[in-house]
């Protein structure tokens, strides 16, 4: 049993440190890497997984399809004075704020808050 485990071992260590085998496998994910890597299929299931698990729908949009704020912001690096201008934002929000402005700012989240009150109640519905 011992020499089972000792031969694996082994085997594990060598192909660790297999050169052409790393360089080859890094230029095929190189090569996979794209703007668009998802069908519209994939992005529905996609879509429907997260909403299911975490409760939120994701933002698969393409870089082209981004408003141009969100362009902007992503932009890097950022002079000086504007780092202070967005640190000095964030720093007057609470933790909590800050973090879902950081989210919608970036394009990762949608701030909802212009559709106005949620309310269960459906006599405000009612003709």
Known sequence: MKTVI?????IAT?????PAASRSMVTKL???ATEETFT????DKITDN???C?????DLRADSELPAEVLEMR???????????IKAKYAAMSKPDAAFAILVDLGLMENY???GDYSDDFDDYAM
């Open 6 to 10: 000792a031969f694996t071992g082994l």
């Open 14 to 18: 060598a192909a660790a440190f297999a």
């Open 30 to 32: 190189a090569a996979t």
């Open 40 to 43: 519209q299929a994939e992005k």
């Open 50 to 52: 997260v909403f299911d």
């Open 54 to 58: 975490h409760g939120f729908f994701p």
């Open 75 to 85: 932009e890097q690096p950022k002079p000086a004075e504007e780092l202070k201008e």
């Open 113 to 115: 808050d212009k559709l």
